[in-house]
């Protein structure tokens, strides 16, 4: 992962090297923003101090490749929002984004306890919000958190993501616009979602991916999307990539600071 990091500081860039004006605009108004405040945040950080100092501890049902930091059932509040949370950079980033898109269509694959889909709600509470997770107890309080929170657009989906992801999809009468990929650190399940979310894209759409260089796995399949000949746009922002699908960009891959 160090030597990946490296990697990645030694060949990213900024905005003068991107030559998409749709990327230029996203980079410098939306991606890059170093100061960014707002209402919605406070609450949600609020609630990441408090279960950051749980002792609380709840039965993991993990589904996923696992988790590098604890190998028991048993898992306390505090551990989960430190090591399965995306830090709130991410958050905040994936809020602006969707502010700037205005997706109707949001889905997530993997809960953990809700605080990054309390971002993704925030930033556009009209929107219909599918978040999947396969922890019945993680899930419960996620459904708490939104509670807190006032989240009330989220529909969680709970069950393995390999049955519940397709039959989801199948029924939904409206494209996904946004998508985040955030369960199975697996290249074949990684793939497999990938390409299950695909048939339901609109000319816009953006998917995220969630550790990218975590394992060799990750970054094999980080790959393999970048290749995939629907992809149009890809952001290699190290810990996240950002996939685009827009018919009027030209093929191109970059690697930027964030």
């Known amino acids: 992962m160090i030597a990946a990091y490296i990697k990645y ?36 950080q609020s609630l990441r101090k408090e279960l950051l100092r749980s002792g609380e501890q709840i039965e993991i049902l993990d589904l996923g490749a696992g988790s590098r930091v604890n190998k028991s059932n048993l898992r ?8 399965a949370e995306k830090p709130a950079k991410f958050g905040r980033l994936f809020y602006r984004l969707i502010r700037r898109l205005q997706p109707a269509t949001i889905v997530e694959l993997g809960t953990s306890l809700g605080l ?60 996904v616009d946004f998508a985040y990929f955030d369960a199975n650190h697996r290249y074949e399940p990684t793939v497999r979602y990938f390409e299950q979310c695909l048939p339901h894209i609109q000319n816009g759409s953006l ?11 990750m970054t094999r399949a980080w ?6 000949p629907q ?27 964030f």
Request: hydrophobic share 40%; glycine share 4%; charged share 25%.
């Open 9 to 44: 500081l030694l060949r990213s860039g900024n905005e003068h090297s991107i030559h998409s004006p749709f990327l230029f605009e996203l980079y410098n108004n939306v991606i890059a923003v170093r100061k960014d405040d707002h209402p919605d945040y406070a609450a949600i």
């Open 223 to 228: 790959e393999y999307i970048k290749a995939h």
């Open 207 to 217: 998917f995220i991916f969630d550790d990218i260089y975590w394992s060799e796995e």
């Open 116 to 175: 990054t889909t309390s971002y993704l709600s925030k930033a556009k509470p009209d929107a219909q919000l599918i978040t999947f997770e396969g922890c019945p107890q993680t899930a419960a309080k996620a459904r708490e958190h939104f509670g807190r929170l006032g989240v009330d657009n989220v529909e969680i989906v709970l069950g393995n993501i390999d049955e519940t992801l397709p039959q989801r999809l199948a029924s939904l009468d409206k494209p």
């Open 76 to 83: 306390k509040i505090k551990t989960i929002a430190k090591n």
């Open 231 to 257: 992809v149009t746009m890809t952001v290699d922002l190290f810990w996240i990539g950002l996939v685009f699908f827009r018919s009027e960009q030209v093929k191109e891959d970059f690697t930027l600071r």
